[in-house]
């Protein structure tokens, strides 16, 4: 371990750790977006899991303030995959049969434009 | 000098920056009562840990009382020292200490010398009315200090002399609360600590928690037993200082008072330590000299600087904490122990009685004594060469207890032969005395010269170390002296490193040599009383009629009747001692 | 590295540790591994969480689910059920008590919602024993400023101007504090951390330095450079094993990152920090008497002046500063002095972290700003009283600090206020009582702890305060007197006004507040030989009723003492001067004849 010389070389390890508590500081935080994927035993047989990594994997490439968890099954398992998404200030919606396509257009449209997007099927 | 300017009870009062309230007051002629505040000024030690609280003072503007003996004056400060709240606070804190203190003031020790009954007194203590449980210790009896602990107030006098003015470190605060008490490492006995019963602790002590033992009653059955023949000796400081005791002022010389009333006592003989002391001179001299000669031939095993070995409470010092370093002191016993020895030897023969029918007392300023005249070495067959060892102030006891108006009684002299001094013995008594006198007869021997000066000013002072170099006919003797074995410790270390160079030392264990010994009448940290008592043997020094050892005349006879010569064969074994590495004596038991 | 998707914060705090919290991590990670999710969840052992009545206590992020009590053997159900299949286990989450559901997202947890953690911030968040969570934290960003930007002046005028003020108990301001040790100079000058923590009940030290020991580090080097010393002690006390292996923990992973040593963030600038340890004396909480123990002499105070930043370890100056004080410096720093002294009321700024205990729902750590009443404190925060009874008093600041009452419920907490009211704030104690608390033995407690602690230095302290108990022991087995009331006020006024130290002055704290705030209690002690709690049993008398008892003679048969009499089939009577007070009679009766008066 190199040691820490200047103020830039701090910068530069928080940068490197921050990522790796970063789950812990969303998920402490009020007013975040959030995002759930259900994540039953009904939702991982449709392909949850792949959406989850996904959702995860973008939103960290965007660097989003968004939180992402896994939930419990939302009694909608005709529509699986399902992603619940709460903005604060706005009422929660579902999206139903969700790929990765989808994840997209969650991400760009409905949560950093406010656009509306299809595929809700609860509200 | 920067000055602040405060009030105190109304009176305006400028006082030197940084000086506690408690000074100031005192200059400005108001006194604030104290307690565990102990100064010996000169002696830079001050013991204020401010936990009495007695001294507790109104400050304006200061939301709690404030310690007086701590608390540093300030520009504009506004004091009160007798408000009803430092009344009432005081008192309750005085009737809180004695709610703790076990009430048996009338055979207790210290009474009429005890600060506390004298505090109580001064604030017209009545009753207590606090009654609850009493601290209860194991008592501790040495064969020279006596701890009764159940009186200890946690003044901590005892403790700083011991810590910071003796470096000895056998006493100190131990456990917690209402437990807290001064004591031994793990609250062992005094003798197996590192203890030299130099009882300066006794001398600070304001209670009875620290006294002597006392041994009055065992010499009052020696003097009224027919059977025995019974000797008195007297050390030098105890003239100069007994007459205190009976209301002469400090520094009163009473050597002919202080014979005529033992003699009144009943003692069989009146002999003097002095002779001894002569006796010292020749023998510690001799083999000064011896050195000093082995050391000018090249002889690298020589151990120089001598070191005097008249101080029982230094002796135990040295045995404890330089170990290393036994064979540097001279082997002459003590002036007590070798008077002890020339009476059961020499002089009871004389006599034609048998030891065992002689009791030798000694009246030292010492409580040190107490425990050399037991030390094995100085017995034969179980009979000691000094029998009982006095302090002054027991002497004293015992001239009141035998109805004797000391003040009326006409001077009388000591007995011969054993009684017979010079100047030089005299000042034995006083820091730096002991090397002056061993320096007026070594030059005599030394050079083959009479010596004119006799008084070697230089070595004289009350400065805790001092050194002065002599010149012996163009030979520079260096001589080093130390009193208070804090002092002691600061050169010895230098010696033990080879910093410094001496020929010889002086050390005596108590601040101002013996006539600041703990068995003097009590001087409650008024040091100027053992300055006064330090002018008087000077005084006695230059009154006498021979002022150097060897001149006395019984000691020649002494020597040519029986010893032979100095550091002879007899007085090897008469008048020399060894010692005992006692560092590992300290026990341990945790 | 991968990104875990989830985090398990298992709660490594002593008392969750205790309740083998350790083993929960562990099953926990067993269990993961099984299913092949060791590189998705991760599981941290983190400080504690606050919420100690209910611990162990585990929290998944990012979801802030709140389990409570869980054992060894949940880590399983908590894995396959929530981290698998997503649901959450209800049994083991946080119950209201008031309504009686399940809170399962801690931000909705009225033992939170009140909060404030600033001290605490990093507490049962981060893992303590890798410092690249606490840098993730913006940790040693604050230290970093203040060396590459700051001069040690503008450091001290940015801790004078937040308003920081002592939180060991005196509320000395702590940036003046700085300011005297940094004009003094000498050769070498130390910064000292005082980790003695010593109050019954209170750990916020303790938590502090297992949660986030390097907030300490930092502070404490911030410290150093304000005040121009090169050289920090932590005096912890030995019976904190914990604390004081995160702290070598943490200490040494500063050193290896470099924030710890020579020349700091390329500054001529150093600084080094050395633990010493305490045998826990009380009394060694206070600066000179810690310094005297560090100096390896007997653990007594001295008296002031001469302050520790004028003479103070090895007689150079020092500055003294406790746990939770140094724990707020580094985020002042970061967010401004302007940011920090907004929260508060107007002398007490910032927040004070208080350890919640006695007869409430919430026992536990919590951090609350200043200016918070007393009563949101106990009803919102602590939950209530346990099983509904009725609020009698809460004593805040432990052996030092006394009781308040009712009317002190909507006092806004702080420093002034507090001592105004009686009591003080010291290290954060309070405990909560009910009608079943007896003031007189709960002052008597108080004073027993001092008289235990107190280091017998001066007398008001040493024989004051046994002399306060004895008459307190006096009163509580009824053979107290008025007079016997009037001796202890008079003794805790002189104690008050003449002890040496703070920790002396302050002992009669407890009995000058219920005197005043309770005199009726004391006197009914003395006059009518009543206990009204019904705790001191001395006072309590066994009676049969005569109309009830039908003289079936279990009770006389079974009395230990024979202090029954009576013959058959005729009423019974206790004689009390006999009686032990044991209670076995009551539990033989039949037909409920006994009672306890």
Redesign the interface.
């Given at each position: 371990m190199a040691q820490i010389k200047s103020l830039e070389d701090l910068q530069a390890l928080k940068n490197s750790v921050q990522e790796e508590i970063d789950t812990r500081v969303k998920g402490n935080r009020d007013g975040l977006v959030q995002v759930k994927v259900a994540m039953a035993t009904c939702g991982i047989t449709a392909g949850a899991k792949t959406i989850y990594n996904y959702l995860l994997e973008q939103v960290d490439k965007r660097s989003m303030d968004v939180v992402v968890y896994q939930t419990d099954c939302m009694g909608l398992c005709k529509d699986e995959p399902t992603v619940e998404v709460s903005i604060p200030g706005k009422d929660s919606v579902i999206f139903g049969n969700v790929d990765t396509n989808k994840v997209d257009e969650i991400l760009d449209k409905y949560i950093q434009k406010g656009e509306t997007v299809s595929g809700v099927v609860s509200k | 000098m920067e000055t602040v300017n405060l009030i105190i009870d109304g009176k305006a009062v400028q006082a030197e920056k940084g000086q506690t309230i408690l000074k100031a007051a005192r200059k400005a002629g108001i006194s604030i009562p104290t307690l565990c505040y102990y100064e010996l000024n000169g002696q830079k030690l001050e013991n204020k840990?401010?936990?009495?609280?007695?001294c507790?003072v109104e400050v304006e503007g200061r939301k709690?009382?404030a310690?007086a003996c701590?608390?540093?004056v300030m520009e504009g400060m506004v004091v009160h020292t007798h408000s009803l709240?430092v009344v009432?606070?005081r008192r309750?804190?005085v009737e809180?200490?004695l709610?703790?203190h076990p009430s048996d003031c009338l055979s207790c020790s210290k009474s009429g010398n005890c600060e506390l009954q004298t505090l109580a007194q001064k604030l017209g203590i009545r009753e207590i009315?606090?009654q609850?449980?009493q601290s209860k210790y194991r008592p501790d009896n040495s064969p020279s200090i006596i701890r009764d602990v159940d009186k200890c107030?946690?003044c901590r006098r005892c403790e700083t002399v011991c810590n910071e003015l003796q470096t000895v470190g056998a006493l100190?605060?131990v456990?917690?609360?209402?437990?807290?008490?001064v004591a031994t490492a793990f609250e062992q006995d005094l003798v197996k600590s590192s203890c030299t019963m130099c009882g300066q602790c006794v001398m600070a002590c304001p209670v009875g928690a620290l006294s002597e033992v006392n041994q009055t009653r065992q010499v009052i059955q020696a003097i009224n037993n027919p059977e025995k023949t019974v000797i008195v000796q007297t050390a030098p400081a105890v003239r100069v200082a007994l007459g205190e005791e009976f209301g002469y002022p400090a520094g009163t010389i009473v050597t002919g008072q202080m014979a005529a009333a033992l003699r009144r006592i009943g003692f069989d003989y009146v002999f003097d330590t002095d002779f001894a002391a002569d006796l010292t001179i020749m023998e510690e001299g001799t083999e000064l000299l011896g050195r000093i000669q082995k050391f000018m031939e090249g002889d690298k095993n020589v151990k120089l600087p001598i070191l005097t070995s008249c101080c029982p409470g230094w002796v135990n010092f040295f045995e404890t904490n330089y170990p290393d370093m036994l064979d540097v002191p001279s082997t002459a016993k003590s002036p007590q122990q070798m008077f002890g020895a020339i009476a059961k030897n020499y002089w009871a023969e004389k006599l034609k009685i048998k030891r065992e029918d002689m009791v030798v007392v000694s009246i030292m300023p010492c409580v040190a004594k107490k425990y050399e005249c037991q030390r094995e070495e100085f017995k034969v067959d179980g009979n000691p060469d000094v029998d009982f060892s006095l302090t002054t102030r027991e002497l004293a006891e015992l001239i009141k207890q035998f109805n004797i108006d000391f003040n009326s009684l006409e001077e009388e002299d000591f007995d011969m032969p054993l009684g017979a001094s010079t100047g030089a013995s005299v000042i034995f008594g006083a820091t730096g005395g002991v090397i002056e006198a061993a320096a007026r007869t070594a030059y005599e021997v030394f050079t083959g010269k009479t010596l004119e000066k006799v008084d070697f000013t230089e070595l004289r002072g009350l400065e805790g170390v001092r050194e002065a170099t002599i010149d012996f006919n163009g030979t520079p003797i260096h001589l080093g002296i130390a009193h208070g074995l804090g002092n002691a410790r600061k050169l010895l270390d230098k010696v033990r490193k080879g910093e410094v160079q001496y020929h010889a030392i002086e050390v005596m264990a108590c601040p101002g040599g013996c006539i600041g010994g703990a068995g003097q009448p009590y001087h409650h940290g008024d040091f100027s009383i053992v300055e006064k008592r330090f002018e008087a043997i000077y005084k006695e020094d230059l009154g006498k009629e021979l002022r150097k050892s060897h001149e006395n005349p019984y000691i020649k006879q002494l020597y040519d009747e029986y010893l032979g010569t100095p550091c002879g064969e007899k007085s090897h074994h008469l008048l020399h001692t060894h010692y005992f590495d006692k560092s590992k004596q300290v026990e341990v038991e945790a | 590295m991968a990104k875990y998707k989830m985090h398990i914060l298992v709660c490594g705090g002593t008392g969750c540790t205790a309740s083998q919290s350790v083993e929960i991590a562990d099953r926990l990670k067993s269990n993961l591994l099984d299913k092949g999710l060791d590189k998705e969840v991760q599981v941290i052992l983190t400080g504690c969480f606050g919420f100690c009545e209910k611990g162990p206590i585990v929290k998944i992020m990012p979801d802030n689910t709140f389990y409570t009590e869980v054992k060894p053997e949940d880590a399983q159900e908590i894995i396959e059920e929530h981290i698998i299949k997503g649901r959450k286990v209800a049994r083991l989450l946080y119950t209201d008590p008031e309504k009686k559901e399940h809170v399962a997202d801690a931000k909705h947890m009225g033992f939170y919602k009140k909060q404030l953690r600033i001290a605490l911030r990093n507490c049962g968040f981060i893992d303590p024993e890798n410092i690249g969570e606490y840098i993730a934290c913006d940790g040693y960003a604050a230290v970093a400023k203040c060396l590459t930007e700051m001069t040690p002046q503008q450091v001290i005028d940015e801790i004078k101007l937040s308003g920081l003020r002592g939180r060991g108990g005196g509320g000395f301001p702590t940036g003046m504090k700085w300011e005297i040790a940094s004009k003094n100079h000498a050769d070498q000058k130390y910064v000292v951390c005082n980790a003695d923590e010593g109050d019954p009940g209170a750990f916020m030290d303790r938590s502090i330095l297992e949660g986030d020991p390097h907030s300490i580090i930092e502070a404490m080097t911030i410290n150093g450079y304000a005040i121009g010393a090169t050289k920090g002690l932590v005096y912890i006390r030995a019976e904190y094993p914990l604390a004081i292996h995160r702290l070598q923990v943490a200490i040494a992973q500063a050193r290896e990152y470099g924030v710890l040593g020579e020349n700091l963030f390329g500054t001529d600038f150093s600084f080094d920090i050395e633990l010493r340890y305490g045998a826990g004396a009380f009394v060694c909480g206070e600066e000179t008497a810690l310094i005297h123990s560090m100096e390896g002499k007997r653990g007594e105070p001295t008296f002031k002046p001469p302050f520790p930043a004028q003479s103070g370890y090895l007689q150079k100056p020092t500055n003294v500063n406790n746990v939770e004080t140094y724990a707020n410096i580094p985020i002042i720093i970061l967010k401004g002095a302007n940011w920090f002294n907004k929260i508060g009321t107007e002398k007490s700024k910032g927040t004070k972290v208080f350890a919640l205990a006695g007869q409430i729902n919430n026992v536990g750590l919590i951090e609350v700003p200043m200016g918070i009443t007393l009563r949101e404190v106990i009803y919102e925060i602590g939950g209530g009283i346990k099983g509904g009874r009725q609020f009698k008093a809460v004593q805040t600041g432990g052996p030092s600090g006394g009781c308040l009452t009712e009317k002190h419920l909507d006092t806004p907490i702080d420093y002034d206020n507090l001592i105004a009211a009686g009591s003080m704030m010291g290290s954060g104690g309070m405990v909560v009582m009910d009608e079943t608390s007896c003031m007189v033995a709960i002052a008597k407690f108080y004073l027993e702890f001092t008289c235990e602690e107190s280091c017998g230095k001066c007398s008001p302290c040493r024989i004051g305060n046994k002399r306060m108990l004895e008459i307190l022991d006096k009163i509580t087995k009824g053979n107290g007197t008025m007079e016997d009331l009037e001796n202890l006020k008079n003794l805790a006024g002189v104690i008050k006004d003449t002890a040496l130290c703070g920790l002396g002055q302050t002992s009669p704290n407890p009995i000058l507040s219920t005197l005043t705030n309770f005199w009726d209690e004391y006197v009914e002690h003395v006059q009518d030989k009543k206990c009204r709690a019904g705790a001191c049993k001395s006072l309590m008398q066994y009676v049969i009723d005569q109309s009830v008892c039908v003289g079936c003679t279990a009770c006389a048969r079974n009395c230990p003492v024979n202090a029954i009499q009576g013959e058959k089939k005729t009423p019974h009577t206790i004689n009390t001067e006999l009686c032990i007070k044991c209670g076995t009679c009551i539990e033989k009766c039949k037909f409920n004849a006994i009672s306890i008066q």
């Open positions: - | 840990p401010g936990g009495c609280r007695v507790v709690n009382l310690p701590a608390t540093e709240r009432n606070a309750t804190v809180l200490i709610s703790d009315p606090f609850g449980e107030i946690m100190s605060a456990n917690r609360g209402f437990e807290a008490v | -």
